[in-house]
């Protein structure tokens, strides 16, 4: 029933869903020429022999998977969705240089609407399918097990927030997590609340996270900004949103004056804010990245307004903020800037990451801050104390370095999804 109220009220929404993706493209959140693909229009033929579908969200959910792609069988071929550009300016860097572009084709994923689906679907005719942590789309599924398509959900992550949500609706719930043939949860806690609500084959053998290798950078332009910023005090608040960056701007008044020379980088979660987030900065010395301005000489403040560069900006600030935390939004990835020996405070609204946080603070390796007031003392504790800051960057490392040996199961376990000869071997008839 609600199943179907669901297929029906998504199918009336359709022309509202083409108006916001029109939307979208004047906001940059598109690509016009690629807009069919939302739809699940491809001209693009189907590779030949077995084809894995892998969906993730964003940039957070495919760079977790980057090594599992690595570690498939190289006789298989593979389908990427995701849903925002910037996710796909990420894998057309890194799919070449982890030599993958011949078999890992990027597409957008189609909204959830049943003919968008099913058309995707008869199009590709994926011999299985994935979804990356907690990308739900009930049409997709549906379609996907109309079609006998096995089915496996990557990394699950269900916070008892959203565990809460579904036990309202159990009969749905059951339906929708019954529908995965397996499932790898990020932790016990995430496979208990998922078992609960019907799913199957669940396995909590590790989170992907924290087998991610460090993010990449280009070592010459790591080597100048490094001469450049020699000596400096520098800290850096990452993947900020609305709302957080007054606050950093804040912070970094109220040290300023303890700390000569401090360079406070600032990056947004969303690059395109770049301009945005400078306009705050109410008579500071400002640069912007994006513009290809190198940080102010003055105290002030740096935007990190670019896409495929945290693992530069992670390596020039040994003292990170990680960002989406005092608004409640979640959160963001501590393993990245931990895994390159960094100083990691979060705010109070690390839901979306509880698993990481749980054992960085295990190790020592995170501090949680209540609010700027409280950040601000912890930002001028790292600068007073290298040697604590750097006791903690080398907890970081190793609370986030284990597990190195899961992206090669979860691959085994996505290859024993499609049979030795594959039902779509062929194009259709």
Not at 108 to 137: K, Q, T, Y
Not at 388 to 407: I, K, N, V
Request: glycine content about 8%; aromatic content about 4%; charged content about 20%.
């Amino acid at each position: 029933m609600l199943r179907a109220l669901y297929a029906g009220l998504t199918t009336l929404a359709s022309p509202l869903l083409r108006l916001m993706l029109a939307r979208r493209v004047r906001r940059g959140k598109e690509i016009a020429a690629r807009l069919p693909e939302r739809r699940g229009i491809d001209a693009t033929p189907r590779p030949p022999g077995r084809l894995l579908w892998l969906h993730a969200a964003s940039v957070g959910e495919t760079v977790s998977v980057l090594p599992v792609l690595a570690a498939l069988p190289p006789d298989m071929q593979v389908l990427m969705t995701t849903g925002t550009v910037t996710s796909a300016a990420l894998l057309d860097r890194r799919l070449p240089e982890l030599g993958l572009q011949t078999r890992v084709r990027h597409r957008f994923v189609p909204l959830d609407v049943p003919r968008w689906a099913g058309r995707f679907l008869d199009h590709w005719r994926p011999d299985a399918a994935a979804f990356v942590e907690s990308e739900i789309w009930p049409n997709l599924l549906e379609g996907c097990a109309a079609r006998g398509i096995p089915l496996m959900l990557v990394n699950a992550r269900l916070s008892p927030r959203s565990f809460t949500r579904w036990r309202r609706l159990p009969g749905l719930a059951r339906r929708i997590f019954g529908r995965f043939d397996r499932v790898q949860a990020q932790s016990d806690g995430d496979a208990a609340r998922l078992r609960q609500l019907g799913a199957r084959g669940v396995e909590s053998p590790g989170n992907l996270k924290f087998a991610t290798p460090p993010l990449p950078v280009r070592p010459a332009e790591l080597d100048r900004l490094a001469a450049l910023l020699a000596g400096r005090p520098v800290w850096l608040a990452a993947s900020t949103n609305p709302g957080e960056e007054a606050q950093i701007i804040g912070v970094h008044r109220h040290l300023a004056a303890d700390h000569p020379g401090l360079l406070t980088l600032i990056v947004p979660r969303h690059p395109e804010r770049g301009a945005e987030v400078a306009a705050l900065a109410g008579g500071l010395p400002v640069a912007r990245r994006a513009l290809g301005e190198d940080p102010p000489a003055a105290p002030g403040l740096w935007i990190g307004d670019t896409l495929g560069e945290m693992g530069l900006y992670y390596r020039l600030a040994p003292i990170v903020f990680v960002g989406r935390s005092l608004v409640k939004l979640g959160g963001q990835n501590p393993l990245e800037p931990a895994r390159l020996g960094c100083a990691v405070a979060a705010g109070p609204h690390m839901f979306n990451f509880a698993e990481p946080v749980r054992v960085l603070e295990q190790h020592g390796a995170l501090a949680r801050v209540a609010d700027a007031s409280a950040l601000a003392l912890w930002v001028d504790a790292m600068l007073r104390d290298p040697a604590r800051r750097a006791a903690m960057g080398a907890a970081a490392t190793a609370a986030a370095s284990h597990g190195q040996d899961l992206p090669a199961r979860v691959a085994a376990m996505l290859a024993a999804l499609i049979p030795t000869a594959p039902a779509c071997a062929g194009p259709p008839a």
